[in-house]
């Protein structure tokens, strides 16, 4: 499988771009069957509840998914795409696993990624892997996003790590010809701006809405932009040395059951 890069034109302009081939369609299968045998046999194994599903290296180092993440992070056709758009420096500072069962009305708010603003932003990027039967759709709960939202000066903007939904003045800049709605087959990937407004909505289709989502950073942005001090290099060199450099990273786990 081989796959075109992302346009870093369009993604300077739009704040994001989609549709990036990552996994083919038995590679996604393959994915998808090892991750709910992963899942089914850690909830056996507690006795069919399964709480403490984040992966923190410093408390999880035997997380049974671990591998699988750092397979899928550092996926070679990810990582190109990803080096098209912030170079050949790349580093991980986080992931998260969205679970999105079917029928779950719940939708996530228009927020940011983060809310500093230091002139180093630019190399702070999102992935979304969809691995799901259908990938991202509008049914499904796949990503909107507000095209060149990133560049625009929003009114009440974010001020801090937490409290990143836009406020109701704030959502003034999200108008309907700047709305585009994610739409991807299933091992397909969108990247994002850091800054670029994005929202989820309900899963009302009848499949489970998979994604994992990758944080990547240029070894130039700032801790203060990353909001963090430590990150895992995955391409490239670090020659600014502003991270501790980890062998693995955080995975925060998010199922919406309701």
């Not at 991980?92 to 029928?103: I, S």
């Not at 809405?209 to 070894?219: E, G, W």
């Not at 290099?233 to 693995?248: E, H, M, N, S, Y």
């Amino acid at each position: 499988m081989t796959a075109p890069l992302p346009d870093p034109e369009a993604y300077a302009r739009d704040g994001f771009v989609a549709g990036v081939p990552v996994l083919d369609a038995d590679e996604v299968a393959d994915v998808r069957a090892r991750f709910e045998a992963l899942e089914a046999e850690a909830r056996a194994r507690h006795g069919g509840s399964w709480s403490r599903r984040h992966h923190f290296p410093w408390e999880t180092p035997d997380h049974p998914f671990r591998s699988l993440f750092h397979e899928l992070a550092t996926h070679p056709r990810l990582l190109a795409a990803v080096r098209a758009l912030l170079g050949p420096d790349v580093l991980v500072r986080n992931a998260d696993v969205f679970v999105k069962e079917p029928g779950v009305g719940r939708t996530v708010a228009w927020h940011l990624d983060t809310a500093e603003r230091d002139g180093t932003e630019d190399g702070f990027l999102t992935a979304w892997l969809g691995l799901g039967v259908e990938g991202s759709t509008a049914d499904n709960g796949g990503l909107r996003f507000l095209r060149g939202g990133h560049r625009l000066e929003i009114p009440d903007r974010p001020r801090d790590r937490h409290h990143l939904t836009l406020s109701d003045t704030a959502r003034a800049v999200v108008t309907p010809d700047r709305v585009v709605q994610s739409v991807m087959a299933p091992g397909r990937a969108s990247l994002h701006h850091a800054l670029m407004p994005h929202f989820s909505g309900g899963n009302r289709s009848a499949h489970r809405r998979i994604a994992f989502v990758v944080r990547y950073l240029r070894p130039d942005v700032s801790p203060a932009m990353a909001e963090s001090g430590q990150a895992m290099r995955v391409a490239g060199q670090d020659r600014v040395g502003a991270f501790t450099l980890t062998d693995d990273f955080p995975v925060t786990w998010t199922p919406q059951v309701a």
